[in-house]
């Protein structure tokens, strides 16, 4: 009820008229929309885009791009754009050029081999009147250099009546392979799919899986569209977050191959108080990444809401305030540290150093325009102010979105019509953040859902700070991306000092909606021009201690 009484109020002050350019010119970020210099078009003209993973996958320190479509009418298919040094030509294997109803998307590691396979979250649909099928799950191996083979039947990880959505990756079990974690769709018969239960694929090496969703104590009928996993009470070993409507749960590891749900993280994360909901109203994206600086995984979570333009919503902040017995308390901070609420659907959340001040931003998958340029909406980090981190976002004011006209609208479709003609806001599916031109500022990849309208690559070119990129390369128990690593940042000479710690986070792939990111964290480090850096290997197989690393790297942590 308070939220509601604050979205009044958040709507009277956003009522005021535009002070369009002026706002621009406040705007703290600089972001271009690069997709055409950059070679994503005419490839990715007209789809229906709805999941994107970023993935170094020929080994060549370039990102490149996969993008799932879900198939329709004149949507292309899903595609592979490869990078040369952040120049991207589409793929020509048709083994990748696949029809799904593509939603979780990841390159991962599978079999430790060093080179990135594939795996895709997908809604199977049998041949409807429109003649159009999509497969289901899907698993490709990499055979060296980025060169793809479909491994998809009889891998375990791809079952052919199940509707899977976000992806995430982790090494639950600890034995040095990554698992899968894939949430399926909340509406049975949406789909191929009879169940709405997501699963954990084991893997049992030479990239074959098992379901063991049941035997680890994920229950049944659990969907989950966003999904997150990252240790979340600094035991070493990974926990994990789903998130679906009027599902949002924390599960703990038990450390011995078992997982339990937080106690009271039902009613914690319970989104609740949001007027007549129904409809799609959905709690869609989840990321961690520790936004005060103490340590602590803090968790942010996107909505993708029936028709928010009537009535905003605020993507959602809980800070971590400690872990007793084990278990982490976590209190919704949302209104207090100016997550304002959003006039539109903002289904993928990130917590990333956009302007590398060190203080990690949220990003939302939503951008306004003005005078035809890209103003993502990112809650900047303004640091810390009486014990709460302060974040404010100032892409709204740079155009008049909505105004009364745009409030009136009721019909979905009728709106979806008016926001695609008037090019004052667009929102993803997928947001996934990456660095595809290796100049040490993230950008963002948009796939665009309406095929008329443009995916965007926003090119972040922010006057910053400093930063690091730092990934770790496990072997002996630890898998090869070094997933689920737990790396902190340190000012020079203060390693393992609480006062001096300046980021943290888990090595993650796989967070937000709909997105998969590259196992190389980012830290923004402002002024510092050299840190320590200190990487806690996960399931206590060791820290590895690396100081007076010097800014504006990208540093290889071999175990
Ligand atoms: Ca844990
Ligand atoms: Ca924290
Ligand atoms: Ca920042
Ligand atoms: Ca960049």
């Given at each position: ?19 369009g ?53 004149g ?20 083994a ?43 698993m ?14 009889d ?12 992806v ?7 034995d ?49 569209l ?14 994990f ?30 989104w ?29 979570l ?35 540290v ?30 306004k ?71 040490g ?51 020079a ?27 190389v ?34 540093l290889?942590?071999?175990?």
């Amino acid at each position: 009820m308070r939220l509601y009484s604050v979205s009044l109020l958040m709507l009277s002050l956003f009522a005021l008229p535009s002070r369009g350019a002026d706002e621009a010119k406040k705007y703290p970020f600089v972001f271009v929309d690069a997709g055409e210099e950059a070679g994503l078009f005419p490839a990715l003209e007209a789809i229906k885009g709805h999941g994107a993973a970023w993935g170094d996958i020929d080994g060549d320190g370039w990102l490149d791009l996969y993008v799932a479509t879900f198939a329709a009418e004149g949507s292309k298919l899903n595609m592979l754009m490869r990078s040369n040094k952040g120049k991207f030509t589409l793929d020509d294997q048709k083994a990748l050029n696949i029809a799904t109803r593509g939603t979780g998307v990841v390159f991962a590691d599978l079999d430790n081999d060093g080179d990135l396979d594939l795996y895709i979250g997908s809604m199977p649909k049998a041949p409807g009147k429109d003649g159009i099928t999509s497969r289901g799950c899907s698993m490709f191996r990499n055979d060296g250099g980025g060169k793809f083979t479909d491994i998809s039947q009889d891998n375990g990880a791809c079952p052919a009546a199940f509707g899977g959505r976000s992806v995430a990756l982790f090494d639950f079990d600890g034995d040095g392979l990554l698992d899968l974690l894939v949430g399926e769709e909340p509406i049975v018969k949406y789909n191929g799919s009879t169940t709405k239960s997501s699963r954990i694929f084991r893997n049992k090496g030479n990239l074959q899986f098992e379901d063991v969703s049941r035997a680890v104590g994920l229950p049944e009928n659990i969907p989950w569209l966003g999904v997150s996993a990252a240790d979340v009470n600094n035991d070493g070993w990974p926990d994990f977050f789903l998130c679906a409507p009027g599902a949002n749960r924390l599960f703990l590891n038990d450390r011995k191959g078992k997982f339990v749900e937080a106690e009271g993280s039902a009613a914690i994360f319970d989104w609740k108080g949001l007027g007549a909901a129904g409809g799609d109203n959905m709690v869609c994206g989840v990321c961690f990444a520790d936004v005060n600086r103490d340590g602590l995984l803090d968790v942010v979570l996107g909505q993708h809401f029936s028709r928010p333009w009537n009535e905003p919503v605020a993507n959602r902040l809980y800070l971590n305030r400690g872990i007793k017995n084990g278990v982490p308390t976590f209190e919704d901070v949302t209104t207090k540290v100016g997550l304002s609420p959003l006039y539109m659907k903002a289904p993928h959340v990130e917590i990333q150093d956009f302007d590398n001040d060190g203080w990690p931003d949220i990003s939302a998958s939503l951008v306004k325009f003005h005078e035809g340029k890209p103003y993502p909406v990112i809650f900047r980090h303004q640091g810390i102010k009486d014990g709460l981190p302060q974040f404010r976002d100032d892409a709204w004011g740079v155009n008049d979105f909505p105004n009364a006209e745009d409030k009136a609208i009721k019909s979905t479709g009728t709106f979806f019509d008016t926001m695609i003609k008037s090019k004052k806001v667009i929102y993803s599916a997928p947001g996934p953040v990456g660095d595809y031109n290796n100049d040490g500022k993230l950008d963002i990849f948009m796939a665009n859902w309406w095929m008329e309208s443009r995916s965007l690559l926003l090119k972040n070119t922010t006057p910053g700070g400093n930063w690091l990129k730092v990934q770790v390369e496990g072997a002996k128990d630890v898998n090869r991306m070094g997933v689920g690593s737990r790396v902190k940042i340190y000012t020079a000479g203060k390693i393992g000092d609480p006062a001096g710690l300046i980021g943290c986070r888990d090595i993650a792939v796989g967070f937000g909606y709909a997105s998969g990111q590259s196992a190389v964290t980012h830290f923004g480090l402002g002024k510092e021009e050299t840190v320590d850096v200190e990487v806690i290997l996960p399931h206590g197989k060791g820290t590895i201690a690396k100081k007076g690393v010097k800014a504006n790297e990208a540093l290889t942590i071999k175990q």
